[in-house]
């Protein structure tokens, strides 16, 4: 008698959800796929997060200048140019994801309306961020959730320099997980946070 096969263990949702490619899910680009590789340096915000965040944004993201200050795959920048964004700075610190993301953006066609930054966003935003345009900006803030742990003080920092640096009309989307209180950023009053465990994202007009 032949040895019976042992069946495939069944993967589990969030196995499921990394494997699924991601794809642009509205606007112009909707339905192209950004090729990824898993790589421990990244984590992609999952896209029922992503559709949600952009199913809040609405007008938010018209005509404004989207900023992904961990951008990782570049899902964020990318989904906002297509939905209307009037160009898209994307800061990476990975070298190889950055250009990645600048081979996208060139294969695309649309490499004149984004920046791709190969440095530390933490650097970026205190030094390098846009200031000779008043265009408002469309800040997405997704780091390692790690981040809001081992460097909360540089976090914090990070947020500071935005409120004193965006021009009028800009909008954050926050993302971490449930080890951050949002209360610690201030202005509860302009905070709509959303829980999609394990994130927690928080839209700030």
């Known amino acids: 008698m032949k040895p ?60 404004r200048v989207a900023i992904d200050l961990f951008a990782g795959t570049g899902a964020l920048g990318l989904e906002a140019l ?23 953006a060139a294969e695309w066609e649309i490499g004149e309306l984004v920046t791709v930054v190969a440095a530390d966003a933490f650097h970026w935003i205190a030094h390098d961020s846009p200031r000779e345009s008043q265009e408002p900006w469309l800040l997405f803030c997704s780091p390692p959730y790690d981040f809001y742990v081992d460097r909360i003080a540089d976090m914090l920092a990070l947020w500071n320099h935005f409120r004193r640096l965006a021009p009028p ?18 202005e509860a009053e302009r905070w709509d946070v959303r829980e999609y465990p394990p994130a927690r994202v928080g839209v700030w007009r």
């Open 82 to 104: 297509s939905r209307g964004a009037n160009r898209a700075i994307l800061i990476e610190r990975h070298f190889p994801s950055a250009e990645a993301i600048r081979r996208i």
């Open 4 to 63: 019976r096969k042992k069946s495939a263990p069944i993967p589990s949702a969030a196995e499921r959800e990394l494997a699924e490619p991601i794809r642009i899910l509205g606007g112009d680009l909707r339905n192209r796929i950004i090729p990824f590789s898993v790589d421990a340096r990244t984590r992609p915000m999952k896209g029922r997060v992503r559709k949600a965040v952009f199913d809040l944004l609405q007008d938010d993201v018209d005509s």
């Open 169 to 186: 009309g800009s909008v954050a989307v926050v993302e971490s997980d449930e080890r951050f209180d949002f209360a610690a950023l201030g």
